[in-house]
Nanobody
Framework: QVQLVESGGGLVQAGGSLRLSCTAS????????MAWYRQAPGKQRELVARITSGSSPNYAESVKGRFTISRDNTKNTVYLQMNSLKPEDTAVYYC??????????????????WGQGTQVTVSS
């Protein structure tokens, strides 16, 4: 069984910063891509940033230059440093990981696992 647990959300004023963390635990053999998504009320979930196992990042246009994704493979953890936050960044932020469990290692199967989400609220 695999769990992804996010932390670091909260309430911040516009222009402020927050750092989100997401740690994967359980019977994990390897983790490929890790990513952050967000979903604002009444909107579809959207990709914010993703990072490969080799730490190559990609960002949504709306967060380029403000957000930085990173990961620590020794801790199975992905981070999202969010600077210059705007009210439109308000959303529930979810992390996910494309990973192979120990049980699925022989098949080389990769499955996507999601965290439970953490609320980020930016006040104007």
């Amino acid at each position: 069984q695999v769990q992804l647990v996010e932390s670091g959300g909260g309430l911040v004023q516009a222009g402020g910063s927050l750092r989100l963390s997401c740690t994967a635990s359980g019977s994990i053999f390897s983790i490929n891509v890790m990513a952050w998504y967000r979903q604002a009320p009444g909107k579809q979930r959207e990709l914010v940033a993703r990072i490969t196992s080799g730490s190559s990042p990609n960002y949504a246009e709306s967060v380029k230059g403000r957000f930085t994704i990173s990961r620590d493979n020794t801790k199975n953890t992905v981070y999202l440093q969010m600077n210059s936050l705007k009210p439109e960044d308000t959303a529930v932020y979810y992390c996910n990981a494309d990973l192979t469990t120990v049980q699925a290692k022989a098949m080389g199967a990769v499955f996507r696992h999601w965290g439970q989400g953490t609320q980020v609220t930016v006040s104007s």
